[in-house]
């Protein structure tokens, strides 16, 4: 399905009765500034390298440990469970 001048000129004259001629050049400058943001963002991204993963820092005189949440370290088997 091609489009060709003449369906370019009725979306022209569709969005000219919609929008009105004071309007159309805000619009297109407003576009043109968006394409405009849309690629520097991309390019950005396109610079940063990805985050590297790095483990988890100790205070001093701590031990580096990786702790799930709110979770109790393993008291042992001879310890009982606290009561609630």
């Not at 205070?59 to 009561?83: F, I, L, Q, R, V």
Request: without cysteine; negative net charge; charged residues 25%.
């Amino acid at each position: 399905m091609d489009v060709g001048p003449v369906e370019l000129l009725i979306v022209l004259a569709v969005v000219l009765l919609l929008f009105g001629s004071k309007k159309l050049p805000e619009l297109a400058r407003g576009m043109g500034q968006a394409a405009k943001e849309f690629r520097s963002g991309l390019h950005d991204l396109d610079d940063q390298p990805a985050p590297a993963a790095t483990p988890p820092v100790a205070s001093e005189g701590e031990p580096a440990t990786e702790t799930k949440g709110d979770a109790k370290p393993d008291a042992g088997p001879d310890t009982k469970p606290d009561a609630a």
